[in-house]
């Protein structure tokens, strides 16, 4: 879970494909929390939630896992919390 007040000395990534240098510079390149708190901000959409999920990739081995758990597990959060749109990042 990630705190939509996260703040840029709190963040710590690993990612095959992106430099770690470059998230732990401005974590917005992978997580677009303050383009979308503008977006808020002018009322062009509505408003973000207070959490936010982040989950290691390919995880093939575990996949039944994610069926059964991690799925479940995170709709029922999203939906607890009101969420009506979910924007998946590839970071």
Do not use: C
Request: aromatic letters at 6%; zero cysteines.
């Amino acid at each position: 879970m990630i705190s939509r007040d996260l703040r840029q000395d709190q963040v710590g990534a690993a990612h095959l494909h992106i430099s770690d240098r470059d998230i732990k510079g401005d974590f917005n390149v992978a997580l677009p929390l303050r383009a979308f708190g503008e977006l808020e901000s002018e009322g062009r959409i509505g408003r973000l939630a207070d959490e936010h999920y982040s989950f290691m990739g390919f995880q093939d081995s575990k996949l039944e896992d994610w069926r059964r758990t991690q799925i479940p597990e995170l709709a029922g959060r999203l939906q607890g919390s009101g969420v009506s749109a979910l924007v998946l990042a590839p970071a």
